[in-house]
């Protein structure tokens, strides 16, 4: 519920003043901390930039960010900009479909016993068959 306003702060009692005050500082205080963490995220970000346009090869910094990870401060995350060479994403995504391989090979088995059991337990199950017949 909003709180009246007067045009003469006199009208309001003490109480209603000092809870209004101190309302107003306690959102004064929070958007003076956004904004220094704000900047000091920026400031970061800028320097995290400068080293690796240093030099093309460059481990990563053990905490590039320096972020504070209590629990009030891990919330939603925001990807502006990533740096991955293509060779190495190139790699990766070999290096998956490679590992895939066994993955759709054990699929194909447990599909096909799968088959075989509905086959066994339902004998009555239709079973279809394509016939390719050439022409001659």
Not at 36 to 52: G, I, K, L, P, Q
Not at 81 to 100: D, G
Request: proline letters at 7%; charged letters at 30%.
């Amino acid at each position: 519920m909003a709180e009246p306003r007067f045009a003469d702060d006199d009208d309001l009692p003490r109480t209603l003043r000092r809870e209004r005050d101190a309302r107003e500082a306690r959102a004064r205080d929070a958007r003076e901390r956004e904004a220094r963490e704000r900047e000091m995220r920026e400031r970061e970000a800028a320097s995290v930039d400068d080293a690796f346009d240093a030099s093309p090869v460059q481990p990563y910094p053990a905490q590039p960010y320096g972020y504070d990870y209590t629990p009030s401060n891990i919330g939603g995350v925001t990807v502006t900009r990533l740096k991955l060479p293509f060779m190495h994403l190139m790699f990766f995504f070999m290096k998956a479909v490679v590992a895939a391989i066994p993955a759709l090979i054990l699929l194909t088995v447990l599909l096909w016993g799968m088959g075989q059991g509905l086959k066994a337990f339902m004998p009555g199950l239709r079973h279809f068959e394509i016939i390719v017949k050439s022409a001659t």
